[in-house]
């Protein structure tokens, strides 16, 4: 398969640090992001800003879901960020701030809460401990996909979870040609195909039968949806390797990065996807165990949500 232009970083790009050592502390602007539908949110984010103004830094409040060119503006603002909401605003925040290489940490307003670290009521409490710099950075490997899409080049796009490539309003399975490292691997004829990174393997990827995998490797995730008898249902890649998808369908067809908007498809169309150079840094407060302490209950939290809202 022919190369793209903003293809995903080759093995020589990659190194991906686990368990911070420790912080050296925050820089003066905190960047801290409500959800604009959730009161509760805006009204700690206030108390958050004015607890920050008393300790000496420059608070920057701001809607965690405004116009993505505003919002990107007012992570690049900021040295250290602090979002309020689900990890759904996690997700759409984490991304611009892994761009700008801004460590982010989240107060769960949600019902999962995989991606976030405070509870509301610690949220005050906890914020000597942010301002001394005691905690940890965790680093999490993003994906970037390319394409080209009706003979046009699409991206680079990253993905904090996972890259979906699949059948959109008609209810028909695609087909979809699969390479590796530019070696063909399946034909697939399912609903689709998702490709995670390992934060993003207890979300959709894990409804659709994959792994768990730890979050803090680098790794690539390949889970197909509903797929017809397939040798092999799912497959964890070394970072270092690209996928390339190429859609077969009469129907429509669609890419999602995050369970966000879609990008239509078409037959012919040619999806890639591989890791980013980009990395998102989360501080946390715990031990790196405390994902397995808190990854069942954390599940069987999730058992009445939709499986493309699970994270």
Same mark, same amino acid.
């Given at each position: 398969?022919?190369?793209?232009? !903003?293809?995903?970083?080759?093995?020589?790009?990659?190194?991906?640090?686990?368990?911070?050592?420790? +912080?050296? !502390?925050?820089?003066?602007?905190?960047?801290?992001?409500?959800?604009?539908?959730?009161?509760?949110?805006?009204?700690?984010?206030?108390?958050?800003?004015?607890?920050?103004?008393?300790?000496?830094?420059?608070?920057?409040?701001?809607?965690?879901?405004?116009?993505?060119?505003?919002?990107? !503006?007012?992570?690049?603002?900021?040295? +250290?960020?602090?979002?309020?909401?689900?990890?759904?605003?996690?997700?759409?925040?984490?991304?611009?701030?892994?761009?700008?290489?801004?460590?982010?940490?989240?107060?769960?307003?949600?019902?999962?809460?995989?991606?976030?670290?405070?509870?509301?009521?610690?949220?005050?409490?906890?914020?000597?401990?942010?301002?001394?710099?005691?905690?940890?950075?965790?680093?999490?490997?993003?994906?970037?996909?390319?394409?080209?899409?009706?003979?046009?080049?699409?991206?680079?796009?990253?993905?904090?979870?996972?890259?979906?490539?699949?059948?959109?309003?008609?209810?028909?399975?695609?087909?979809?040609?699969?390479?590796?490292?530019?070696?063909? *691997?399946?034909? *697939?004829?399912?609903?689709?195909?998702?490709?995670?990174?390992?934060?993003?393997?207890?979300?959709?990827?894990?409804?659709?039968?994959?792994?768990?995998?730890?979050?803090?490797?680098?790794?690539?995730?390949?889970?197909?949806?509903?797929?017809?008898?397939?040798?092999?249902?799912? /497959?964890?890649?070394?970072?270092?390797?690209?996928?390339?998808?190429?859609?077969?369908?009469?129907?429509?067809?669609?890419?999602?990065?995050?369970?966000?908007?879609?990008?239509? /498809?078409?037959?012919?169309?040619?999806?890639?996807?591989?890791?980013?150079?980009?990395?998102?840094?989360?501080?946390? /407060?715990?031990?790196?165990?405390?994902? *397995?302490?808190?990854?069942?209950?954390?599940?069987?939290?999730?058992?009445?949500?939709?499986?493309?809202?699970?994270?």
């Amino acid at each position: 398969m022919a190369a793209m232009a !903003g293809a995903p970083a080759g093995a020589s790009d990659i190194a991906v640090t686990t368990m911070g050592v420790g +912080w050296p !502390g925050p820089g003066r602007r905190a960047g801290v992001f409500y959800h604009p539908r959730v009161a509760e949110s805006r009204a700690l984010a206030d108390r958050l800003a004015e607890a920050l103004t008393a300790a000496g830094a420059e608070p920057l409040v701001a809607d965690a879901w405004q116009d993505i060119e505003a919002l990107d !503006g007012c992570v690049m603002s900021s040295d +250290w960020l602090i979002v309020l909401g689900g990890d759904g605003t996690m997700l759409r925040v984490a991304r611009l701030a892994a761009a700008a290489d801004v460590p982010l940490i989240g107060v769960n307003y949600g019902r999962l809460g995989f991606l976030t670290e405070i509870e509301p009521a610690h949220a005050i409490a906890i914020l000597p401990r942010l301002l001394a710099g005691d905690v940890a950075i965790e680093e999490r490997v993003l994906l970037r996909c390319t394409g080209m899409i009706g003979g046009q080049p699409i991206g680079p796009l990253d993905a904090v979870n996972d890259v979906f490539v699949g059948r959109g309003r008609v209810s028909r399975p695609v087909r979809l040609d699969t390479a590796i490292d530019g070696a063909p *691997y399946l034909r *697939y004829f399912a609903d689709g195909l998702i490709v995670a990174t390992p934060t993003g393997s207890t979300a959709y990827s894990l409804s659709a039968g994959g792994p768990v995998v730890d979050p803090t490797m680098a790794a690539i995730v390949v889970t197909p949806v509903v797929p017809h008898p397939v040798p092999i249902k799912t /497959l964890v890649l070394a970072p270092e390797r690209v996928v390339d998808i190429v859609v077969r369908t009469d129907y429509d067809a669609i890419l999602s990065i995050d369970g966000g908007p879609a990008h239509d /498809l078409a037959d012919g169309d040619h999806v890639r996807v591989g890791l980013s150079p980009h990395r998102a840094r989360f501080m946390r /407060l715990g031990a790196a165990g405390d994902f *397995y302490s808190g990854l069942v209950e954390r599940l069987h939290r999730g058992k009445s949500i939709r499986p493309r809202e699970a994270q």
